[in-house]
Each structure stands twice: as C-alpha cells, then as structure tokens.
C-alpha cells in the first residue's frame, strides 16, 4: 500500500535539513516549525479491503510518534463502525525535529557558530544563514576563519604574503585550502575600495585582497651564441620574474614557444632567436610583455585539439603568432607514433588560420580516427630543423 510510512516522515524533516531550512532558523530566519507534514493514508474502500493492513500501519505510525504529534479524525464506516485514524502529522518544534532525524549534535554545532560569529562578526551572520551547510563543514576551523577576517579588517591593503600573517594556528596552507569561504566572507565584509574586482578566481585570491602574490616567472633559453647573457658556453637556461623579462627587451627577431621541456632543452640554434617554455593553457607571463609584440612568434603545440585550443589562447594576446609543425604534413608523416588524446576539446575555436582550422575540425569530430593526438616530442628531430631552416 503506498501509505505513508515513519521512513517517509522522517525523510520529509531529513530534506528540510539537506535545504539548510532547519539550520537557517537559527540565524533570525523564517521559523519552520510547527509544521505540518505530508501524510497519505488510506482511503473508504481501502479501509474495508485492506483493515489488517490499515490496523498495522495505524500502529507502526502511533509506535513512532514520539517527535511528531498525530492528530486523529473519526471515521464512521458501514460495515467497521467508528474509527479513529490518523489525518495530520505535526512536527511541533525544532527539537523535536532535530531529535527525529538525529541532528541534535550537528544543529549544536551551528548555533555555537551563530553565537561566536555574533559576537565577533556579526556582519557574517548573513553567510550562515545564506550557506548552513557549508557553515556546518567548518565548525572546527569557524574560529580561526574569524581571526582571519577580523585582521583583514585591520589591515588595509596588507601587501604582504599570506605566509606573512601572524596569527594562532593560522599558516599559508590553512588560507590556501579555505580561499573560496575567505573570499565570499571578505567580499561581504571588506569595503569595496579594498578589492580588486579585476581579479576573479582561485588564482586571483591574493591580488583582489590586497596581499603580495607569488610572481609569474619566465623561463627561456638563448638560440643565439652571440647574445649569450651568462658567461658560459652553451647554458644559457634562464628563468626570471615575469617583471624582470619584461624590462629585458632583448635582441632577438624570432620567439619560439613549446610545451616540452626536453624540446625546450634540446631546441636547436637560431640566429637572433629565443625559445620559451610553456605552461599549457594561460599566458599571463607573457601578456603583458610589450617588448615581444614586436618580435616574430611561433608556437610549438601537440597536435590534438588541446594544441591548437592553446595556439587559439595564445593568438588573444599576440595575434600574429604562427604555428610550429602543426600542419597535415607532419601529422600524418608521423601516423605510426599517433596516441590517444584522453579528453578532446570541442569548442569552436575562432583564432585558427583556414589550415589549422581543418585540422581541429579532422580531429574533435574523429574524421582521421579516434581521439587522436600527436605529441612533439614524437616528431622527428630532422624534422624540426627543416622547418627552422624553412623560416
């Protein structure tokens, strides 16, 4: 019979907890309880058909019924006589709730969170109310969070690293895990002024709250003897703040960009040249380089959609960059050393050239075969010097 069972009350009261509600009330929000309770019984005929069941169910309700309040209805049957059954069920208070679903510890919790905040900041009480159940996740560290917060607000614009704050219990690796709740309760709390709105993110944590941030940095090598900026022969492997690159302006006519660092470290000379090593998607190292809008730029990417998705990034700050060894003729040259890209991009890409474009499209849409991907540092050497040398 589908009547309504404990279970089912229970798990009505279990969903108010999963949606915060029950939680919420604590923090001045809408009172829930009492609250009645869905309940569906049986019905006339069944009441004659099924009594038995009727009897059981009546009893397994009544027998469960110490956190919620059954009220009865009288019922005048024909051939039963009067009958009590039940037709509401109430949950009176928020204890009883609590006890029903066995929250009592957990919903402690969270009011001592509610009280602690109240006191110290109480401007943050509209984020426990708002979130309960992330809240709820981080009773243990609530306390050192508000330290957190509470020495932000003292500290304008600090400028200094995360490793720098000195608190309690309080280190880098603790901010670092907890940065998205730090930054939504500092986005509620701060004043506007003392945010940068610009940076947005896991990785903009730092800047758009006023603390130092680690610095990007640039790794290149010389392809050039003759512009040697170390006084050795052949290591000229030299990795920089991305600061301290963009103030170098060097001599070269030629960049070149790849994602190996043994095709890094192996790249061949080339007069007035310069490799970079790579980092995949992004390139804020290098956007803000003007000296390189000026210089000749090849990307050296796989060829699978991720490479030419990169070349596609890379081409939003340097739009005349061209391609390196990305084109049909290596691809398919090199179809015995084909691997499997595991997680194809499909996104249309719209900084490719007509060539490249063919490609990409051969590749997410499987024409050529299965996911297939070309990696560099598969490409035949020879290879890579002829097309220097085609340049």
Same mark, same amino acid.
């Given at each position: 019979?589908?009547?309504?069972?404990?279970?089912?009350?229970?798990?009505?009261?279990?969903?108010?907890?999963?949606?915060?509600?029950?939680?919420?009330?604590?923090?001045?929000?809408?009172?829930?309880?009492?609250?009645?309770?869905?309940?569906?019984?049986?019905?006339?005929?069944?009441?004659?058909?099924?009594?038995?069941?009727?009897?059981?169910?009546?009893?397994?309700?009544?027998?469960?019924?110490?956190?919620?309040?059954?009220?009865?209805?009288?019922?005048?049957?024909?051939?039963?006589?009067?009958?009590?059954?039940?037709?509401?069920?109430?949950?009176?208070?928020?204890?009883?709730?609590?006890?029903?679903?066995?929250?009592?510890?957990?919903?402690?919790?969270?009011?001592?969170?509610?009280?602690?905040?109240?006191?110290?900041?109480?401007?943050?009480?509209?984020?426990?109310?708002?979130?309960?159940?992330?809240?709820?996740?981080? *009773?243990? #560290? $609530?306390? %050192?969070?508000?330290? +957190?917060?509470? !020495?932000?607000?003292?500290?304008? &614009?600090?400028?200094?690293? /995360?490793?720098?704050?000195?608190?309690?219990?309080?280190?880098?690796?603790?901010?670092?895990?907890?940065?998205?709740?730090?930054?939504?309760?500092?986005?509620?709390?701060?004043?506007?002024?003392?945010?940068?709105?610009?940076?947005?993110?896991?990785?903009?944590?730092?800047?758009?709250?006023?603390?130092?941030?680690?610095?990007?940095?640039?790794?290149?090598?010389?392809?050039?003897?003759?512009?040697?900026?170390?006084?050795?022969?052949?290591?000229?492997?030299?990795?920089?703040?991305?600061?301290?690159?963009?103030?170098?302006?060097?001599?070269?006519?030629?960049?070149?960009?790849?994602?190996?660092?043994?095709?890094?470290?192996?790249?061949?000379?080339?007069?007035?040249?310069?490799?970079?090593?790579?980092?995949?998607?992004?390139?804020?190292?290098?956007? *803000?380089? #003007? $000296?390189? %809008?000026?210089?000749? +730029?090849?990307? !050296?990417?796989?060829?699978?959609? &991720?490479?030419?998705?990169? /070349?596609?990034?890379?081409?939003?700050?340097?739009?005349?960059?061209?391609?390196?060894?990305?084109?049909?003729?290596?691809?398919?040259?090199?179809?015995?050393?084909?691997?499997?890209?595991?997680?194809?991009?499909?996104?249309?890409?719209?900084?490719?050239?007509?060539?490249?474009?063919?490609?990409?499209?051969?590749?997410?849409?499987?024409?050529?075969?299965?996911?297939?991907?070309?990696?560099?540092?598969?490409?035949?050497?020879?290879?890579?010097?002829?097309?220097?040398?085609?340049?």
């Amino acid at each position: 019979m589908n009547w309504t069972t404990p279970a089912e009350l229970k798990g009505q009261v279990q969903k108010l907890w999963d949606r915060g509600l029950i939680l919420s009330s604590f923090c001045g929000g809408e009172e829930i309880f009492p609250r009645r309770l869905t309940l569906k019984g049986p019905n006339s005929r069944q009441l004659s058909d099924s009594f038995p069941e009727v009897r059981d169910w009546i009893a397994r309700l009544s027998g469960a019924s110490k956190q919620y309040r059954i009220v009865w209805r009288n019922v005048n049957h024909r051939i039963l006589g009067a009958n009590e059954l039940p037709a509401e069920i109430w949950i009176d208070s928020v204890d009883d709730a609590l006890s029903l679903i066995g929250k009592k510890r957990a919903a402690g919790q969270f009011v001592a969170m509610v009280t602690l905040t109240l006191d110290r900041q109480p401007a943050l009480l509209s984020w426990l109310e708002k979130r309960p159940q992330r809240a709820l996740e981080l *009773a243990e #560290e $609530w306390p %050192r969070i508000l330290s +957190i917060v509470a !020495w932000r607000l003292k500290h304008p &614009h600090p400028g200094i690293y /995360l490793r720098q704050i000195d608190l309690p219990g309080v280190h880098s690796k603790f901010i670092e895990t907890h940065r998205n709740v730090l930054g939504e309760l500092f986005d509620l709390i701060l004043p506007p002024e003392e945010i940068d709105a610009t940076a947005t993110g896991a990785t903009g944590f730092c800047r758009r709250y006023g603390f130092r941030d680690k610095p990007l940095r640039v790794r290149f090598r010389l392809l050039d003897p003759t512009l040697a900026l170390l006084p050795t022969e052949n290591d000229q492997d030299i990795t920089l703040t991305q600061s301290t690159f963009a103030q170098l302006k060097l001599p070269v006519t030629k960049v070149f960009i790849t994602e190996n660092e043994i095709n890094f470290l192996a790249f061949p000379q080339v007069p007035e040249a310069m490799v970079i090593f790579g980092a995949g998607y992004g390139f804020d190292n290098l956007a *803000a380089v #003007e $000296w390189l %809008r000026n210089r000749v +730029i090849h990307y !050296w990417g796989d060829i699978d959609t &991720h490479g030419f998705a990169i /070349l596609n990034q890379l081409r939003c700050f340097f739009p005349r960059a061209a391609s390196l060894l990305m084109n049909r003729e290596t691809l398919m040259e090199h179809q015995a050393l084909w691997g499997v890209e595991p997680s194809p991009e499909t996104a249309t890409l719209t900084r490719l050239t007509a060539e490249e474009s063919r490609i990409y499209d051969q590749l997410r849409h499987n024409n050529l075969g299965h996911q297939i991907r070309l990696e560099q540092e598969k490409i035949g050497f020879e290879w890579l010097v002829d097309a220097l040398g085609a340049l």
